[in-house]
């Protein structure tokens, strides 16, 4: 019985808590359907076999727990990205300051709000139930592209634009940006990594 379990766990990838409990849902199935075997007079080794045969092959049925271990972290990587990127951006725009900006500043604003743009509609859609093919690489993908596009466009705004000193409160905020980034970062790549698990 562990051995069918095993090959079922082998190649899943996914929110670990999610992925233990649909576990361990397979498993007292198993266990239920080789008691009721060996109770109708199966040997321990014919009720397991016979049990296996009925669950279906080990590979067929992690691919069938994998793409819902896929739509959980989608849902979870949406939601980090509907949540931190609004607040990241609100914390970016406290940084500008309020002098006159240039065409280059603007510009790379303007790209960072598109990267924000795309990385949020792909969460909310997501989210709302819109958006469910290959949802946890797109959300991954977008998520780490937007941190990568905001981090460099903000690098470059930093050099060239007349920064006033980063003490106090804008030390704090540059340090809960950096939070931030680390959170979307994480939690797309996770994606990701759920996304690329093929099950053959």
Partial sequence: MSDYLDAVAAPLKGPRRLREDMLAEIGDGFEDAVAERIGA????????????????????????????????????????????LPAMTIMWDLFSGDGEVGLAITLLARLTDTATAAAFVTGALVLTGHLHRRAAGLCGLLGITQVTVALACSAVISAIGEGGGLVGPWAALLGASAVGSVVVVASSARAIAVARTRIA
């Fill in 41 to 84: 007079g199966l040997s321990p080794r014919d009720a397991v076999r016979d049990a296996a045969a009925e669950f279906g092959e080990p590979r067929l049925v992690a691919a069938e727990v994998q793409r819902e271990l896929a739509a959980a972290q989608a849902k979870r990587t949406a939601w980090t990205l509907v949540t931190a």
